[in-house]
């Protein structure tokens, strides 16, 4: 592997971080969200898949509904063809999230 590096261009260390970005979207980004599905299934009893923890919105469900957002943000083709395979998180737990009261207000503002 070719060295990447702060202090390079983008166009020194190009074809490194093509390949970074496809294993992030291969391996990571599928990591992640088959284990914050597996939460959310197994809190499914007391939060409906709407809470990684208990029945009401925490520090943790902000921080990673924070994360998938920004995920949609800079790979939006990679999140929507994985959308179908984490039916809690996005089916459930990131619109829920995103229309909590005081939360919607400050997404709107």
Same mark, same amino acid.
């Given at each position: ?57 925490? /520090?943790?469900? !902000? ?5 998938? +957002?920004?995920? &949609?943000?800079?790979?939006? =083709? $990679?999140?929507? *063809?994985?959308?179908?395979? /984490?039916?809690? !998180? ?5 619109? +829920?999230?995103? &229309?909590?009261?005081?939360? =919607? $207000?400050?997404? *709107?503002?």
């Amino acid at each position: 592997a070719e060295y990447m590096g702060m202090s390079l261009y983008y166009e020194d260390q190009k074809e490194e971080s093509l390949k970074k970005a496809t294993d992030f979207r291969e391996k990571r980004i599928p990591k992640f969200l088959k284990y914050f599905e597996r939460v959310l299934k197994g809190n499914e009893a007391q939060g409906q898949g709407k809470f990684l923890v208990g029945d009401s919105l925490s /520090y943790a469900d !902000l921080t990673v509904w924070h994360v998938l +957002s920004g995920l &949609e943000f800079a790979f939006p =083709k $990679e999140m929507e *063809a994985r959308k179908k395979d /984490y039916p809690l !998180l996005f089916g459930n737990f990131y619109d +829920s999230v995103k &229309e909590t009261k005081g939360i =919607k $207000e400050y997404l *709107a503002s």
